[in-house]
């Protein structure tokens, strides 16, 4: 049997932190099922990011366009993952990313006042964020790092050996933009990988 959508995020928190079914039944009624078909914008850059996203199904990028209108992926968040534009749902200006479903989507969303209303309501939901924006934070670290030292056959190889479901998602052009290859370079590190 399939689990239902607020089985899933009661999972999702409870690997970090425990609610008693009165505050999970509380914090689930602050989010809004959302659903987007593929190429639709959960996020354009210049809008305000008022929500956090929790996807309970399907596949996004974090994404922005350079001066030269080159597009650069930042990210991709699958299922159970949260996404956000971080800075932009904190400091209330206009986004600097934009967020694309790469697949049918479906998320929960939750607005900037109703999680700090619950995070007053609910104080372990301030643990549960907290160490969600540590890892946030940790992942952009190690991607710093991941560029600064790896070549890029090696940058691939991690990324199919930790996420191999993953890298058959994504389009090939997205993952040579993500790991900063051109197309090319990457599908001759494919070829010679099969």
């Not at 354009?44 to 199904?57: K, L, Q, R, S, V």
């Not at 994404?63 to 209330?92: M, P, Q």
Request: net charge positive.
């Amino acid at each position: 049997m399939q689990a239902s959508i607020k089985d899933i995020l009661r999972t999702n928190l409870e690997r970090k932190i425990q609610l008693t079914a009165g505050e999970f039944d509380l914090f689930y009624t602050k989010f809004t099922p959302l659903s987007y078909r593929k190429k639709e914008h959960l996020l354009h850059t210049g809008e305000i990011c008022d929500a956090y996203f929790f996807i309970t199904e399907g596949l996004v990028k974090s994404y922005y366009h350079d001066e030269k209108g080159k597009e650069h992926i930042t990210a991709f968040a699958i299922e159970n993952w949260w996404v956000t534009d971080l800075e932009g749902f904190f400091t209330k200006r206009p986004s600097k990313l934009n967020i694309q479903a790469l697949e049918e989507t479906r998320v929960l969303a939750i607005q900037y006042k109703e999680l700090h209303q619950v995070f007053e309501d609910i104080p372990s939901l301030n643990v549960f964020f907290r160490i969600q924006m540590q890892n946030m934070v940790m992942a952009l670290q190690r991607r710093h790092h991941f560029y600064m030292k790896l070549d890029g056959k090696e940058r691939y190889d991690f990324l199919v050996k930790t996420l191999p479901d993953f890298v058959q998602r994504v389009p090939q052009y997205m993952l040579a933009s993500y790991l900063e290859l051109t197309p090319e370079y990457l599908s001759e590190l494919r070829k010679k990988t099969k």
